[in-house]
């Protein structure tokens, strides 16, 4: 039984590392290309200024 966790934890240990790893690539790309960048930055924030204005239109 306690092999089996360990090689549970060992496995989990190794899928987050494998996605910090995912993170820091996809990060290099969106940073290295400022298109990307600006989308990325600008997207969210229209979004919320656009259902922060919905929202007060409604009041």
């Keep these: 039984m306690?092999?089996?966790?360990?090689?549970?934890?060992?496995?989990?240990g190794t899928f987050f590392t494998q996605s910090i790893t995912w993170l820091g690539?996809?990060?290099?790309v969106v940073t290295g290309s400022?298109?990307?960048?600006?989308?990325v930055i600008a997207m969210p924030i229209v979004g919320?200024?656009?259902?922060?204005?919905?929202?007060?239109i409604r009041l």
């Excluded at 690539?25 to 290099?28: G, I, Q």
């Design 2 to 12: 306690e092999n089996a966790m360990a090689t549970l934890l060992g496995d989990i």
């Design 25 to 28: 690539d996809v990060l290099d």
């Design 34 to 39: 400022p298109a990307l960048l600006v989308m």
């Design 48 to 56: 919320f200024a656009v259902g922060l204005l919905s929202r007060l």
